[in-house]
């Protein structure tokens, strides 16, 4: 069976900006695949390729086994994208912008109008289906989107960050629906700059990096490969220097503890990378108390994507967010999506 | 106003098959929510996509993307109503400045009221069709367009086509206000043939103007690019066209300005029709500096106008849609 989506050496140029060196992945059917980045990174980009918006400078992609560039109509009828932050039209009803939605998907009317229903009642819209959608709010608004995306009963639902600027129940909500999606057997790609949303959501992830694919696995096996799980350990609220380096060389005889930093802006906490799944946490409570030391606090946790990330590319997600929004150019940007 | 636009609706939605019309009055049947794809229903929903003729898609497309014009201008009618207002407004009180003028100035037995109304026509379907753009602009500005480009359509060009449909529609509408006005105003009423003549010129004024303003809604980068170029041309082609006063009345060089502007072959040949019952394509309409215009030379010359300009933009569309 051919993947839901195959993306192999895409490439991309604006002008002189490469938005997308280098990006391959293969979304098998019926999962969930995340594109994790941050913002600048290329998804939007990858997505606009994938979706027929914008033609790719290089590279092969496919949905379903059918070639974008070549049977673009083919690939189009196969394809839900939900983009970001694209605003219905105010003055049309929710009802309305579906029944749109459904003649240029050249949906028949008999089975239009049993869709729209459909959809209407299972994102919970019925009672909001024949108000302008500009009195929409911003959850309604990602809801109405995506039962305008799911009208056409695609392959695959393509959605550029889902769930930013909703709020927390509403996230929630879109977390829920995708993954009720996929037990239906909806293949999900989406994109996204929050870790727990991948992390929550994505059965395969590939993290992308200034238009490159710098990781991708099963989040799982991305964080086992970045090593250990990570303690953080309090001796005190507040450790003085000594006491906290005297616990480090402690900590280091350990055999289960991989490297221990000094957080001197946490109030010299101690960061550790132990092995996993070993009874590290009882271990260094045993030692400590052996020489005498208190704890103030210890909680122990996986490594995050973040620590993927980190690993790959030397700097944090929110780091590279950070310095992405010192260079972006909203005009350009803008302009790339117009067509 | 509502009243008017259900007949247009009617109109074009029993021009194609009648299913369209069901779609008119949305009925809500509570039914199950079943978002589960078996096989059979991917095989059902690929034969039906398969079954569809692009002829009957394009038409479905089309018919939509139409719909959804008409119904932002049925919430949103305040554009229509100005656009009514505001020719109205032109014959009354720019009909009242040359009032005084002495008789014959404007022709044997004719008067100001009576020649300003073929101008005040031409000039309101003009203004309209150069606006066609702006929703278009305003939807590639939103995104909405990207809404439409990523749906499988059997052609893009509905998408103009769409756009077409509705300008041609509303400058109609205006026209026919127009008329109504001007023949209580005393301007009289052309025949029945004469009035299928002065819709005619309108409609190819209106599909060439129409054509220029998609195309530059896909070339200029914003809104307000667009209003500024409608800006200075709007005005401009208005004074420097026969709409308000005889080509007489002109200095040589503005007669040569005017005899070369579209318009004035939309202007003359509606303005001769209303003057003279017994009008013929043959009929010359036009004294230009250069020669003479015949009827029949003015609707060759628009309709050159709007194939040109429907060609010209072909290249932007292309790029932008194909």
């Not at chain 1, 393509?158 to 509403?170: A, H, K, R």
């Not at chain 2, 909405?144 to 509303?170: E, G």
């Not at chain 2, 400058?171 to 109504?180: C, D, E, M």
């Not at chain 2, 208005?238 to 709409?243: G, H, I, K, N, Q």
Request: hydrophobic residues 50%; contains cysteine.
């Amino acid at each position: 069976m051919a993947p839901a989506v195959l993306i192999e050496k895409l490439k991309k140029h604006y002008g002189s900006v490469a938005a997308v060196k280098d990006v391959s992945l293969q979304v098998e059917p019926g999962e969930i695949f995340g594109l994790l980045g941050p913002n600048g990174a290329g998804k939007t980009t990858t997505l606009q390729c994938l979706c027929t918006l914008t033609e790719p400078d290089a590279g092969r992609i496919e949905v379903s086994g059918i070639s974008v560039v070549e049977n673009p109509r083919l690939a189009r009828q196969r394809l839900g994208y939900i983009a970001q932050g694209v605003a219905p039209d105010k003055v049309l009803t929710g009802r309305e912008l579906l029944q749109l939605q459904a003649a240029l998907y050249h949906l028949p009317r008999a089975i239009a109008k049993q869709r729209i229903d459909a959809v209407l009642s299972l994102l919970g819209l019925d009672t909001y289906a024949d108000k302008k959608t500009g009195t929409y709010s911003g959850g309604l608004q990602k809801r109405l989107d995506l039962a305008a995306g799911l009208l056409h009963r695609p392959d695959v639902l393509v959605l550029d960050e889902p769930t930013v600027g909703l709020d927390i129940e509403s996230r929630i909500a879109v977390w829920e629906f995708l993954r009720g999606l996929r037990e239906q057997g909806t293949t999900v790609l989406l994109t996204s700059h929050y870790l727990e949303e991948v992390d929550a959501l994505a059965d395969r992830v590939a993290i992308i990096d200034q238009g490159v694919v710098i990781a991708s696995g099963r989040p799982s096996d991305l964080k086992d490969k970045v090593g250990g799980d990570r303690i953080t350990l309090r001796i005190r609220e507040f450790s003085p220097l000594e006491e906290a380096e005297k616990a480090k060389s402690l900590l280091q005889s350990l055999p289960a503890v991989q490297e221990v930093i000094i957080n001197s802006a946490q109030g010299n906490s101690l960061n550790l990378v132990v092995q996993p799944q070993t009874e590290a946490l009882a271990t260094i409570q045993q030692a400590l108390q052996a020489a005498g030391l208190p704890t103030f606090g210890i909680a122990q946790s996986r490594p995050s994507l973040d620590d993927v990330y980190l690993a790959a590319t030397g700097r944090t997600l929110l780091d590279a967010e950070i310095a992405a929004a010192g260079q972006r150019d909203a005009k350009a940007e803008r302009k790339q999506n117009m067509r | 106003m509502n009243f008017t636009l259900l007949f247009l609706f009617s109109l074009l939605f029993a021009s194609s098959s009648s299913r369209w019309l069901a779609i008119m009055s949305p009925t809500i049947t509570p039914s199950t929510p079943d978002l589960n794809v078996t096989a059979s229903q991917v095989v059902n929903q690929e034969l039906a996509l398969a079954s569809n003729s692009p002829l009957s898609d394009f038409l479905q497309e089309t018919i939509a993307l139409t719909r959804r014009l008409f119904i932002q201008l049925q919430r949103r009618p305040s554009t229509l109503i100005a656009g009514i207002v505001q020719p109205i407004m032109w014959l009354v009180l720019f009909g009242a400045l040359f009032q005084n003028a002495p008789q014959g100035l404007f022709g044997e037995d004719v008067s100001y009221g009576q020649f300003l109304g073929a101008g005040v026509i031409v000039f309101t379907a003009f203004g309209g069709a150069l606006n066609a753009g702006l929703p278009v602009m305003f939807d590639r500005e939103f995104g909405f367009l990207n809404r439409l480009l990523v749906a499988p359509l059997a052609s893009r060009f509905s998408i103009v086509m769409a756009s077409a449909i509705f300008i041609t529609t509303l400058s109609l509408i205006q026209t026919a206000a127009i008329v109504t006005v001007s023949a209580f105003l005393g301007a009289g009423l052309p025949n029945a043939l004469g009035l299928a003549l002065v819709a005619a010129i309108v409609l190819l004024l209106v599909l060439g103007v129409t054509a220029l303003s998609l195309g530059l809604s896909f070339s200029l980068p914003g809104h307000i690019e667009l209003i500024a170029v409608i800006f200075v041309t709007n005005l401009p082609l208005l004074f420097a066209s026969t709409a308000l006063v005889p080509l007489s009345f002109m200095p040589l060089w503005l007669q040569w300005v005017a005899t070369l502007n579209p318009l004035s072959y939309a202007i003359e040949p509606i303005r001769y029709v209303y003057l003279h019952s017994d009008w013929s394509l043959r009929s010359v309409v036009m004294q230009a500096p250069w020669g003479t215009v015949t009827l029949g030379g003015a609707l060759l010359l628009l309709v050159s106008f709007a194939v040109v300009a429907l060609l010209l933009i072909q290249p932007r569309l292309r790029r932008s849609l194909a």
